[in-house]
């Protein structure tokens, strides 16, 4: 579905392509900055794609939504609010920025394009038009992030921590390479993170794990035909850039009721059972 400018503001503030989530309980609540989004990427003639189902047929994660990785993509750019939830985050209740049920702001590009372009196709969004300080931010990665850094003087008004490569690839945590443990749609990509400080509080000697800071997103740095299904992109969390500006965002509370509420919904009509991973949240 191709949609311009106006399409894409009309139907996120009516809730369409699945950006408000189903029923007429508190899960029809709409992503903070999910229509800023699709609004800025619109001009650029991306396609729109729905959501995938919150409930999967994995036994990865619980058979919860882990994140936006497809196992295709259609040709040329698209974009995608996807709901979202880790059961690993059922017992960080409380940390700041960890939500039940969350959503990631995607942009997909061809492979063609290549990570630069996709890198400063997301920043140009957050510093244009979220309005954050470019100056504020943090990039941490290994040194596959290294040439992309320095040829772009916006990335280059932020600071970049450097991870050192085995590392990241054992961790496969996004911060440098992304790989969660039996991930049925990727074996793994090299990445940035993307983090912004909360507050005041942000230290000034940086190291990894970052203290005072956010992430609030990660892209790809996949080279052509080496990332999930031959594309390069990534995206933010919605939630992460409202606390990032101040911006009301749901707590972890307001989260966990509509993600129980959202995935019963999507049992119920599919006739299906209730996740195992849905375990974690019930108490």
Known sequence: MQLDRRDFVSLAAAGGLGLLLPGASSARAAAPGSAQFLEHFAGEGALALDPLPLVTDSRFNGGLRYDDTRASYPDGVSVCVQPACRVEDAVKAGKPGVLAL??????NLPASAGPR???GQLMRFAVETVN???EKFVFVSTEMFAPHFASDPLLQKGRFVKRDLEEA???GDGS???SPDGHPDTDGFNSVSIHYPMGDG???ALAYPLSGFLEIGEVSLAEAGSGPAGTVGGGFGLERLALATGSPAPDYTESRVR???LVQQEA???GTALPEGLKAFAD
């Open 102 to 107: 969350f959503h990631i702001a995607v942009l």
């Open 176 to 178: 440098g390479f992304f």
């Open 202 to 204: 942000a230290e000034e």
């Open 132 to 134: 954050l300080d470019p």
């Open 169 to 171: 690839r054992a961790a």
């Open 117 to 119: 372009e996709a890198i």
């Open 268 to 270: 119920a009509a599919t």
């Open 259 to 261: 993600l129980i509420d």
